[in-house]
Every structure is written in structure tokens, then in C-alpha cells.
């Protein structure tokens, strides 16, 4: 038990990146479906920094970066050329799957040490010592990421205003909030963790590169924000109980479960569309919660 504890932290951490990402840019009013494609670009590119310059910190990074480069384009088309969002995210992801594949060619079969693990004397030995304080950074700077996301978007000014452009963009347009500056700088950001998500894959997670190595885990992140109803404290949660789902297929023949291995396989899959589904029946939950304006360009009134 132990171990499959200690598995659900470390597979909960890129859930936790990309989605605190997404829900601050769907917070925002904006709608992106690219996340897969950021999360495996970050991925590649994490592992080939620390393959060819052995530094750990250069390599996340460097993965973060790749996230923002490929936010920055979606940011352009979607907000500044005004195309369809969900479109264009699609689209992001498809070239992400490509791109990656052709960047880690030269690298599929290598590996890498992972990443060290933080500890603290004595108390790290102890049974709960090993399930909570024995890992490497990035998880902690996940748990501490969704904590100062929480924070903002309730007790700042910045996050209020943000929140406000979401909620109706033109009304904070007229009460001059510059709306695209924002939506840039959240879409920027949940690029970045999309792109540290990824980099935690290829880094620590598993740490090699493989093709399509996320499995689907920017759509679960995707999910997640909606299973959330865009509260970042929910999302921590959600992201848990989706690890402890994922882990599962791993552990579940392990402890004799009575279950076709195929299934457990699909089981994180047939929970997010479970979950996707429940709440969105629950009408007066994704209003209360849901952005108003995600989704739709904001064109300025003259």
C-alpha cells in the first residue's frame, strides 16, 4: 500500500501543472484544447536539454519555454487573428504530436537518471516520512503551484480582474482592463505548465522519451478542470482521485482484483468521461462556476 501511495503523488503531479495551466486560462475565458500538444513538446524538449547539457534545472525549463512558445502561437491565432479556439487548439495538439515525434527521433530507447529525490533526516525514514516527504522537487512545486493559483485568483486584485474578463469580457473592457493582455498572459502561463507537466514525464515520471509518451493525459487535464467546476482546490483533488485511478491498472492484478487488465487499462479514460458527464448534467453547478465568455473572441466595441 505503501508504494501504490507514493505512485498516486508522483502520478498525480502532471495533472496538477497542466490542469492549474488550463484553469487559469479557461478562468480567463479562454478555451484551449492544446494542452496535449504543449505537455509533449515540453517533454521532448526537457529530455533533450538534460540529455545533451546534464543540467536538471535547464531542463525544466527549457520544457516550461517550449510550453510558452507553443502557447504564444495559440495566443496569436486565437486572440489576436481571432480564429476558433477549440479549432486551434486542436490543431496545436496534432502539430505537438507531430513535432515531438520528429524532435525525438534521435532519442527514442535513451534514458535518464531521475530526478533526486528531497528528504529530510529521520523523519523522511518513517512510514509516513516515505509516502509524503520523500520526492523530488516538482512535486512539491505542483502542490505549492496550486496553492498560490488558489490564492490569486481569490485574494488579488490581479485574479479578480482576470476573473472579471472571463466572466464578461466586455464589461471589463469597459472598465479598462486591457482583456487580451490578460488572456495572453494566462494562455502564456498555462503553457508553461503544460510544458512542466510534460517535462515531469520525461524527467522523472518515466524519465525517457517515448512517442506520444503523455497517453492522454492533456485531455484528462482538460477534463479536470471541468470536473473541478474551475476551482483550484477541487482540481487538487480531482487530480488525486484520477492518479489513484491511473495507478490502478498497475496495482490492481497485483492485489488479485477479479478484473480484465484491458479494463483497468481504460479505466482513467472511462472515469474522466463519467465524471465530464455527471457534472455537466448538474446545470446550476458549471453556471454558478464556468466562465460566461470562455470560449468566444472578444472583438472591442467602437
Known amino acids: 500500500m505503501e508504494a501504490f501511495l507514493v505512485s498516486v503523488i508522483i502520478a498525480a503531479t502532471p495533472f496538477l501543472f497542466a490542469g492549474m495551466g488550463e484553469l487559469v486560462a479557461e478562468r480567463s475565458g479562454v478555451l484551449n484544447l492544446g494542452v496535449e500538444g504543449m505537455m509533449l513538446m515540453g517533454a521532448v ?9 546534464g543540467s536538471t534545472p535547464l531542463a525544466v525549463l527549457a520544457g516550461a519555454g517550449a510550453g510558452v512558445l507553443m502557447a504564444l ?4 491565432v486565437s486572440l489576436s487573428l481571432l ?5 486551434t ?7 505537438g504530436i507531430g513535432a515531438s515525434g520528429l524532435v525525438g527521433q534521435a ?7 531521475p530526478l533526486a529525490k528531497l528528504s529530510l533526516p529521520v523523519v523522511s525514514e518513517t512510514g509516513l516520512g516515505r509516502i509524503l516527504l520523500h520526492h523530488d522537487a516538482l512535486v512539491y ?6 496553492a498560490a493559483v488558489a490564492w490569486f485568483l481569490s485574494r488579488t486584485r490581479a485574479g479578480l480582474s482576470l476573473r472579471a474578463v472571463g466572466d464578461n469580457h466586455h464589461s471589463g473592457h469597459a472598465l479598462g ?13 498555462g503553457g508553461a505548465m503544460a510544458g512542466l507537466g510534460g517535462a515531469y514525464l520525461s524527467l522523472a515520471y518515466t524519465p525517457m522519451w517515448g512517442e506520444n509518451m503523455t497517453a492522454g493525459r492533456g485531455w484528462i487535464a482538460v477534463a479536470l478542470v471541468v470536473f473541478a467546476t474551475w476551482r483550484p482546490l477541487r482540481l487538487v483533488a480531482g487530480a488525486y482521485l484520477f492518479a489513484i485511478v491511473t495507478q490502478l491498472q498497475f496495482y490492481g492484478q497485483d492485489w488479485g482484483l477479479a478484473v480484465p487488465s484491458q479494463f483497468l487499462a481504460m479505466a482513467p479514460y472511462l472515469a474522466t468521461v463519467i465524471a465530464v458527464v455527471v457534472i455537466s448534467r448538474d446545470v446550476s453547478l458549471t453556471k454558478a462556476n464556468a466562465p460566461a465568455c470562455i470560449g468566444r473572441p472578444f472583438r472591442p466595441e467602437r
Open 141 to 146: 512545486l505542483a502542490l505549492a503551484n496550486a
Open 107 to 113: 532519442f527514442v530507447g535513451q534514458a535518464l537518471a
Open 73 to 76: 502561437v495559440f495566443a496569436f
Open 89 to 95: 487548439g486542436l490543431a496545436l495538439t496534432i502539430f
Open 83 to 87: 480564429a476558433n479556439q477549440p479549432a
Open 177 to 189: 482592463l486591457p482583456v487580451i493582455a490578460i488572456r495572453y498572459a494566462a494562455v502564456l502561463y
Open 45 to 53: 524538449v526537457a529530455f533533450a536539454t538534460s540529455y545533451a547539457a
